[in-house]
């Protein structure tokens, strides 16, 4: 069943690779010969372009998509100063030829570093928050653009609209082909989980693809209750939209909360350490925010031993590289 039904813009890479991490596989081997260990695949999602990539290359496929076909001239979003949504979406208008207006939480740091640097050399106009609500700011931005003669689009938070989340059912699909393509089973699949649009779209892909295994949700900043109604609610609503339709229920969802740490955005020992680990043994770079923290919560999964050694499991690398620059003070 094709899940790539509504218009999409080309902007992204793909397919993006798939590849085997023999070395961490090892690696944690070694930590313990006894425990069972999983064949580990990376999906390069870190890959995906637009100004150096991730998991918000695909959704904006077909939020531009639909923001052109509503004729917007302007972009607007929202997100944390780091925000490689906004950073990715300020390259999506840039290449598009679309203004871009962000709004971000908080007050300008005193070096602008990372995903905000980028942000500026995209040519977006930022606002910060400072105390205000980002959201009621943003409906405010976009009143004004429209007051001003331009043509506003809301790209929402996360880019985790149903519209949005459609990048990650036709995701998985492309995964499970390789995987096919190359022979391997996938039993687990695990990715850092926060606006839902990523999970929410990869369950979607999984249940039209009839894949029997796991999709594990690594929370970045959500409890498990909470959290779970909305990503089905969303999953549900991806579905229909695809002509798929299908009612995903919370407990379908997993969801692991054990890895939210200091809170969103800040970097502890956990995942300076997986960090670290994938970084010497596989020459391959994670995020502080992100993936540092899914990658973390996976290898407290496999030293746990929740997966057998005969399974595979893959971690979707979401990207984030530019914020480690903004962590270089923590981590060096
Ligand atoms: C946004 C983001 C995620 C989370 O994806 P959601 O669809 O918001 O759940 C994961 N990793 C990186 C690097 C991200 O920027």
Not at 2 to 16: E, I, S
Not at 70 to 81: F, K, N, R, W
Not at 220 to 236: F, K, M, S, V
């Amino acid at each position: 069943m094709t899940l790539d039904t509504l218009p999409r813009l080309p902007l992204a890479h793909l397919p993006t690779p798939l590849e085997p991490l023999p070395r961490l596989r090892a690696a944690l081997q070694q930590e313990d010969p006894n425990r069972p260990v999983p064949r580990l695949l990376v999906k390069r999602d870190d890959q995906t372009g637009l100004a150096s990539g991730g998991n918000k290359t695909r959704k904006l496929e077909y939020l531009l998509a639909q923001a052109l076909a509503e004729g917007a001239d302007t972009l607007l979003t929202v997100g944390a100063p780091q925000s490689n949504h906004c950073r990715q979406t300020a390259a999506a208008a840039a290449k598009t030829g679309l203004r871009c207006v962000l709004v971000l939480g908080g007050n300008a740091p005193r070096l602008e570093g990372g995903n905000l640097l980028l942000d500026r050399l995209l040519g977006a106009e930022i606002l910060w928050a400072g105390e205000q609500d980002r959201l009621a700011l943003l409906a405010e931005a976009a009143q004004a653009q429209a007051a001003a003669g331009h043509r506003p689009h809301i790209i929402p938070y996360g880019g985790s609209s149903p519209v949005g989340a459609a990048g990650y059912a036709v995701a998985c699909q492309e995964l499970l082909a390789q995987a096919a393509a190359a022979g391997w089973r996938v039993d687990h699949m695990a990715v850092a989980s926060s606006s839902g649009g990523t999970q929410a779209g990869l369950a979607v892909g999984a249940w039209a693809a009839g894949f029997a295994g796991q999709i594990h949700g690594i929370s970045i900043d959500r409890r498990a209750d909470d959290y779970q109604p909305a990503l089905a609610e969303l999953a549900t609503q991806t579905a229909g939209l695809l002509g798929a339709p299908h009612t995903f229920r919370p407990e379908e969802m997993i969801v692991h909360d054990a890895y939210l740490g200091g809170g969103y955005g800040v970097l502890g020992e956990a995942e300076r350490a997986a960090l670290r680990l994938l970084a010497s043994s596989e020459g391959l770079l994670l995020d502080p925010v992100y993936t540092g923290r899914a990658l973390a919560g996976l290898l407290d999964l496999i030293r746990q031993g929740r997966f057998a050694a005969e399974e595979t499991v893959v971690f979707w690398h979401t990207g984030g590289l530019p914020a480690l620059f903004a962590y270089a003070d923590q981590l060096s």
